[in-house]
């Protein structure tokens, strides 16, 4: 039985990191007026209570977001006052209340010749993202998103961004993961690929990472965002693979989780490097 859910965790300083490199490189993408097709293969539910049970019972958004949300004012990079207004955070509150997830984050961002198709497998899960996006255009299919993504590839429109945020409470998730992003690159070479992983100790993200290195695909950075004091047991970070980055994309997320490490918010370190050079 699965029991994965990403209310438990919403706000967390994975979370802070994976919305981050979505945020900015979606951003960097849209410099250019041609229409962007946005997929997100698991999609969770889109918006999150953090004064609700599961956020309050595991307290990962107040070592996450919450921190930064009360740090913001000393945080400059160019790109916060508009991170700031996609979240909805009131500024006259201590803390945030709600805290969106990846679809609403594409949503966030999305302009009028975009679109957004999120699929999400648990009915839920897929319910709430239904009832969610039924006031946005964001599409809604309640299915696998890995094979959901490949059956929608290539786009009509001329670019791709994906993101791809399993739970990995299977362990096949991590080849599944690898496997689909490098057949969705071959449909569709120039996309640009978002890959969220948890860097844990038993390190199935490495098999993951070398099953990617021995494939055709080029361009894939890697960005980690390692906890100053791991704990014993779970994650020690976060791990983002990213395919076809935007140009400034390094630059723009290695000063805003800089700013975030010298405001004190989140004790993690950021570390960039090529999986796969061009
Ligand atoms: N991407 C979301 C965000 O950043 O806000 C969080 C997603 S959460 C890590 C993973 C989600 O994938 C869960 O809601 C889970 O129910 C869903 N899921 C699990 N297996 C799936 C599959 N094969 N296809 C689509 N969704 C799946």
Not at 126 to 145: E, K, M, Y
Not at 165 to 181: G, S
Not at 192 to 208: G, K, T
Request: aromatic fraction near 10%; proline fraction near 7%.
């Amino acid at each position: 039985m699965l029991s994965y859910l990403h209310a438990f965790h919403a706000g967390n300083f994975a979370d802070v990191h994976k919305h981050l490199g979505l945020f900015v490189a979606l951003k960097l993408m849209q410099r250019k007026p041609t229409p962007i097709a946005c997929f997100d293969t698991h999609g969770g539910s889109a918006l999150y209570d953090l004064a609700g049970d599961k956020a309050r019972k595991t307290g990962e958004a107040y070592a996450g977001v919450q921190r930064v949300w009360q740090r913001r004012a000393t945080l400059e990079h160019e790109l916060w006052p508009e991170v700031w207004g996609l979240i909805g955070g009131d500024p006259n509150e201590a803390a945030l209340r709600y805290y969106p997830g990846s679809p609403a984050w594409l949503e966030g961002l999305r302009r009028e010749q975009d679109s957004v198709t999120a699929f999400e497998l648990h009915s839920n899960e897929s319910s709430r993202l239904q009832q969610w996006a039924a006031s946005t255009s964001v599409g809604v299919i309640a299915a696998d998103g890995f094979r959901g993504l490949l059956s929608a590839l290539p786009p009509r429109e001329p670019r791709l961004f994906t993101l791809i945020d399993p739970p990995y409470e299977i362990k096949d998730d991590y080849a599944r993961t690898a496997d689909t992003l490098i057949r969705a690159w071959k449909r569709c070479r120039h996309g640009v690929y978002l890959v969220w992983y948890p860097v844990l100790p038993e390190a199935q993200f490495e098999r993951m990472i070398e099953q990617v290195q021995g494939s055709p695909m080029t361009k894939v950075l890697r960005s980690q965002y390692l906890l100053d004091q791991p704990p014993e047991r779970g994650m020690a970070g976060s791990g983002l693979l990213l395919v076809n980055p935007p140009w400034g994309w390094a630059d723009a997320i290695q000063s805003m989780l800089g700013e975030i490490h010298a405001s004190g918010a989140i004790a993690a370190r950021h570390q960039l490097d090529w999986v796969v050079p061009e």
